[in-house]
């Protein structure tokens, strides 16, 4: 069964900074892959996918991702994060022959001047 | 613009009431979603539906129902409300295909007492 792995339920990081937010998954085929961000009172937006071929996809707002299959992660990153990045992000993961996706449990993130 | 809606915003209801929440897109989509969303646990499926007259139960699909006459709604009944089902409810579409992510809706806030 699918499932999808966000260790960090809470990371906080200075204006500035790099980020780094985990996700790992558990499927047996390649999987397609997601990034989505929910600022507060507000529905998920799409940050960026993964479905084939380049290994590191770029998204909105600067954000970007890598897929490593030998470590099934697709950690998402950000070389400086801006105030506006506070927010909850969630990994999701859709399997091949279905249109569900499976949702991690997702990182919130503070970020502090 | 093609968007998707959700309404009641913010509802409060009593236990034992039966509650609908709408769920218009305006995409064309064949998906549709319904999750909920709680501290600790992430989105997860109550139910879904891959085209009109189709329903399937997902993760936490007791003490809800969906029916879809046309393309364009999902409605979400609580048969009869619990203290439980207080959460945010979210509402999301996506085209067929799992590479195809899905929109959201900005949610609705239910409170059962």
């Known amino acids: 069964a699918q499932s999808v792995t966000q260790p960090d339920i809470h990371i906080t990081v200075s204006e500035g900074a790099s980020l780094e937010l985990r996700c790992n998954y558990s499927?047996?085929?390649?999987?397609?892959l997601f990034w989505y961000v929910q600022s507060p009172g507000q529905g998920l937006q799409l940050l960026l996918k993964y479905f084939s071929g380049d290994t590191l996809v770029q998204g909105i707002k600067g954000f970007e991702a890598e897929f490593k299959r030998s470590q099934s992660s697709f950690n998402l990153r950000k070389p400086s994060v801006h105030w506006s990045d506070a927010a909850e992000y969630f990994c999701a993961v859709g399997q091949t022959g279905a249109n569900n996706l499976f949702f991690g449990t997702g990182t919130r993130l503070t970020v502090i001047p | 613009d093609a968007e998707i809606t959700q309404s009641p915003r913010h509802k409060i209801t009593e236990t034992g009431r039966q509650v609908t929440l709408a769920c218009h897109q305006t995409?064309?989509?064949?998906?549709m979603f319904w999750y909920r969303q709680d501290l600790g646990h992430g989105l997860r499926l109550i139910h879904y539906s891959y085209g009109v007259h189709d329903t399937n139960k997902g993760e936490v699909s007791d003490g809800y129902s969906v029916s879809r006459s046309n393309t364009e709604d999902l409605p979400l009944t609580l048969e009869s409300a619990a203290s439980s089902q207080t959460s945010v409810y979210f509402c999301a579409s996506s085209r067929d295909g799992t590479m195809y992510e899905q929109y959201f809706g900005p949610g609705t806030r239910l409170t059962v007492t």
């Open positions: 499927y047996g085929a390649t999987p397609y």
């Open positions: 995409w064309n989509h064949n998906n």
